[in-house]
């Protein structure tokens, strides 16, 4: 297969500063993404960019995107609640998060609405290439210490105790190696990390995410992470 016949990335720019927008833009469209030894090269395409979040249904149904790079804070519609409206509707692409903040409050809510992971603005070419990459393959566009810092924000111990209980309560359905896999998660590994830990593949650690998001009815591996700190084990 040629590089003109392999499968591309389709990028939506959801951000209310056009200077932003058109950065990304010049950077991102056209680019060619290496897929691995085996398969053909990737070319990212931005389909469609937004000045809010009330533009993203539109916008989302038009591009048909593979992954939303979504800005935070916009004028009408702030990240969050565009986030969690466009995670709600069937075949979603992945949102990743775009803040010039590092790990905050309104990254960790983005990221329980449904984003895969964040981005901060001033990221090297080649990071925001990378995490567009990441999310078009469903991987968390998060680095360990990132999650770890994250989850970290997140006070499970401490927090409403029905919060707490209700996490316990869905953990306490998993048999005891989707237990492991689920607290590796949420310890911050990548797959080929988890992979080492537990003695398994790492297509073996992909099926058991694959089955705890079906199983727990969650979006990504991040949110597995939460659930697993709000239990507070």
């Known amino acids: 297969m ?13 951000d209310d500063d056009p200077l932003v927008r058109g950065g990304l833009k010049v950077m991102l469209d056209g680019h060619v993404v290496a897929a691995g030894e085996t398969a053909p ?5 931005v389909v469609g960019d937004a000045g809010d979040g009330d533009e993203v249904p539109d916008a989302v149904r038009t591009g048909r995107p593979h992954v939303v790079l979504m800005d935070l804070r916009m004028r009408r519609v702030n990240g969050v609640v565009a986030t969690q ?3 709600r509707e069937p075949e979603a692409p992945t949102v990743v998060v775009l803040t010039t903040f590092d790990a905050d409050e309104h990254v960790v809510r983005a990221l329980r609405a449904g984003a895969s992971g964040f981005l901060l603005k001033d990221a090297a070419p080649e990071g925001i290439v990378g995490a567009v990459r990441a999310a078009a393959d469903g991987d968390a566009v998060l680095s360990p210490s990132i999650t770890r810092r994250l989850i970290g924000m997140v006070a499970g111990g401490s927090g409403p105790v029905d919060r707490r209980r209700a996490a316990r309560a869905r953990l306490e359905r998993l048999a ?3 237990r ?5 998660v949420a310890r911050g590994g990548s797959n080929a990390d988890i992979a080492e830990e537990l003695h398994m593949s790492v297509a073996t650690v992909k099926s058991y995410v694959s ?3 079906r199983e727990l009815g969650l979006d990504n591996r991040v949110q597995i992470a939460l659930l697993v700190r709000d239990a507070g084990d």
């Open 2 to 14: 040629t590089e003109s016949d392999a499968p591309e990335i389709r990028v939506l720019l959801v």
């Open 211 to 213: 089955k705890l998001l």
């Open 41 to 45: 090269q990737r070319r990212i395409r």
């Open 180 to 184: 492991d896999v689920a607290d590796a």
């Open 85 to 87: 409206r466009l995670t």
């Open 176 to 178: 005891e190696r989707e």
